[in-house]
């Protein structure tokens, strides 16, 4: 693959440096699952000179217009139907509790909605 994202981090690492093409580049925007083990640079030379980034979302939004940019180039493309947001779940904001619970057991896949 020509770039993998990985929000879930330990369990889906390996597997994820295993699927990458030649020059590929691995994405880590989160660790549900955990953090990664430590990474021998000589380890991402022999599984095909990859490259690997641990993204925050504060430095892409530094400024106010960055963010602006940023949400505006989203909306749009939701907007366009280039990007499909998956709602996995509405609760009402009186079962926010339940929400939490529902998503720390890992029972959605997508966002949840809180609706006042």
């Known amino acids: 693959m020509d770039v993998v994202y990985?929000?879930?981090g330990k369990d889906t690492f390996e597997?994820?440096?295993n699927v990458m093409r030649l020059r590929g580049m691995l994405v880590l925007y989160g660790?549900?699952?955990?953090p990664v083990p430590p990474v021998d640079p000589a380890k991402l030379s022999e599984k095909g000179s990859l490259y690997m980034a641990r993204t925050t979302l504060a430095h892409f939004t530094a400024t106010r217009e960055e963010?602006?940019?940023r949400t505006s180039a989203l909306?749009?493309?939701?907007?366009?139907g280039?990007?499909?947001?998956?709602?996995?779940?509405?609760?009402?904001?009186?079962?926010?509790?339940l929400a939490h619970r529902d998503m720390e057991a890992r029972k959605l896949a997508g966002k949840l909605l809180l609706i006042p």
């Open 6 to 8: 990985d929000g879930v």
């Open 15 to 17: 597997k994820n440096l």
């Open 31 to 34: 660790m549900s699952s955990g």
């Open 67 to 69: 963010l602006l940019a």
């Open 75 to 80: 909306f749009a493309m939701i907007a366009a």
């Open 82 to 97: 280039k990007l499909k947001v998956q709602v996995a779940r509405k609760y009402p904001l009186a079962d926010a509790a």
